[in-house]
């Protein structure tokens, strides 16, 4: 969903600020965007443990703490999940600035980063929602994720068996590496690594896609963002982690069941239009001709 002209600034005009850690070059930028803010007026808070910057009218706060009206990211599709898996409220915008790899989900680059930020503080953007993914194992809730629930085997390399049940009914069987359910947003990561379609973001679904499955066992489905997806790990002994958004892991015992299904949060991106196509087509589309 996007929202149109939003507004971005409230009464407190306070911003966080995270940089992928361990890169001198990342934090000069994170000092000249903090220079930027200072100048329009906005309170920083900024990430002790990932930027070094010593200005006025910044506050180190970490991540957790942050009470802001959006975060500033300096770093990859990493540091963005990073930093998702520490804020309180996953509803607080970002605006990512690209220093990664691909950075599918960042914003802009370094060289438009500042110029891009002026639009932004002036209310010249838009607001890309996307939905999470909540999971558990019975009453145990795990963090939401952005991209993808990655259930996998506790010792690297051994296959797991898998009964797939959606909406109490089992529709799949068989053995995989391991399984995942993605969101739209995380069908363009690990999921299409795994072999997952792309799901468009207006597409009210979840993509279920196994890992390496022998003798294609496991099939991928897109199900409705409305069902709830149930993986059981029936192997006696076959002991498993619930990895989420390759952030944080979680033990799953042998025949307990991981459910899966949209949370009631949401993730927000500050965007200069809507450019998702855009993205998709410069950033994840190799350029043969």
Request: overall charge negative; some cysteine; proline content about 6%.
């Amino acid at each position: 969903m996007i929202v149109q002209n939003p507004q971005i600034l409230s009464d407190k005009r306070s911003v966080g600020l995270v940089c992928k850690p361990g890169r001198k070059e990342i934090e000069s930028i994170a000092e000249r965007i903090a220079q930027l803010l200072i100048s329009h007026d906005i309170n920083i808070q900024i990430d002790p443990g990932s930027c070094n910057v010593a200005q006025d009218k910044i506050e180190p706060t970490p991540i957790e703490d942050m009470d802001v009206d959006f975060v500033v990211t300096i770093g990859g599709d990493g540091t963005i999940l990073y930093t998702l898996s520490k804020l309180k409220d996953r509803a607080i915008p970002l605006f990512c600035v690209n220093r990664g790899t691909v950075g599918f989900l960042t914003e802009t680059g370094t060289t438009t980063a500042f110029d891009s930020l002026e639009k932004v503080i002036a209310g010249d953007c838009i607001i890309e929602t996307n939905i999470n993914i909540s999971s558990g194992v019975g009453d145990k809730v795990f963090p939401d994720a952005l991209n993808e629930v990655y259930v996998v085997s506790k010792i690297p390399g051994r296959l797991l068996t898998l009964q797939i049940f959606l909406d109490d009914v089992r529709i799949d069987y068989g053995r995989a590496d391991g399984a995942m359910l993605a969101t739209p947003c995380g069908s363009t990561a690990y999921a299409i690594a795994a072999g997952g379609s792309i799901l468009a973001p207006d597409v009210n679904g979840l993509i279920f896609v196994p890992v390496c499955p022998p003798r294609f066992e496991l099939k991928s489905i897109v199900i409705p963002d409305h069902a709830t997806l149930e993986i059981e790990l029936v192997k006696v002994g076959a002991q498993g982690l619930a990895v989420i958004d390759g952030q944080t892991r979680w033990d799953i015992e042998p025949h307990d069941k991981v459910w899966l299904k949209k949370s009631k949060n949401i993730t927000k991106f500050i965007r200069l239009y809507d450019n998702y196509y855009d993205r998709l087509n410069t950033r994840l589309v190799p350029r043969t001709l």
